[in-house]
């Protein structure tokens, strides 16, 4: 998919609901931003072992864009699945996958 695509697909999934807000109290209209190509981690822990692995996502919510802090929601490659990313540790040279929580709202209500 292409960022066009998936700003559509977000587009479409808050549909009339531009008012709608969450725990966070985000502003869909000013939260969301032009979807980007990013990197990030997804940490998995097996019996103490951390493994990173990195991977594409898309950025289309950043919960505070003026400071660019927050949490921020990321809809994987396909656009089929989304979900919610943060800051790591200082050491992260990408933002680490908290976990993918299925569709655009899950994930914005799970924030």
Known sequence: MNAR??????????GDSWEETNFHGV????ALVPPRLIKVIQRH???????????????VLIEDPE????YRIVADA???TFGLASEGSRTDPHLVLCGWYGDF???FKGM
């Open 45 to 59: 822990v097996d019996r103490g072992t951390v493994r990173d692995e990195v991977t594409d996502a898309w950025l």
């Open 27 to 30: 502003d869909l209209r000013k």
């Open 67 to 70: 400071s660019g802090r927050g």
């Open 78 to 80: 396909d656009g089929r």
């Open 105 to 107: 709202w899950t994930a």
């Open 5 to 14: 695509e998936i700003e559509r697909l977000v587009h479409d999934a808050i």
